[in-house]
């Protein structure tokens, strides 16, 4: 499985921007997609995750009413909207993609800076 981020960019404190992560390989394996950041200076972080078929989705607190993970599996992608951005959202963003026993694959990463 291949894992590429895109959509990152500089936006404004209340700005949107809109993260895409493409898919490929042996997505049919998939059973749990996540977004993920690391901030400056700190540790890696759980941003959202959902689960494949049914859909459920689990936020964390910092993001929940902000931010959406969604999927299209028609496209391989899997995205994250973030609204009301804030500068505490400033982090490389990472997609994450589980397949079961353990395995688990990583895209590049894509920067996200929030301006205040």
């Known amino acids: 499985v291949q894992l590429v981020e895109s959509g990152g960019g500089l936006v404004q404190t209340g700005g949107s921007l809109r993260l895409s992560c493409a898919t490929s390989?042996?997505?049919?394996?998939?059973?749990?997609m996540g977004w993920y950041r690391r901030p400056p200076g700190k540790q890696r972080e759980l941003v959202a995750t959902?689960?494949?078929?049914?859909?459920?989705?689990n936020y964390a607190d910092s993001v929940k009413g902000r931010f959406t993970i969604s999927r299209d599996d028609a496209k391989n992608t899997m995205y994250l909207q973030m609204n009301s951005l804030k500068p505490d959202d400033t982090a490389v963003y990472y997609c994450?993609?589980?397949?079961?026993?353990?395995?688990?694959?990583w895209g590049q990463g894509t920067q996200v800076t929030v301006s205040s």
């Open positions: 390989g042996s997505t049919g394996s998939i059973r749990v």
């Open positions: 959902i689960i494949s078929g049914g859909g459920s989705t």
């Open positions: 994450n993609a589980h397949i079961g026993l353990g395995v688990i694959y």
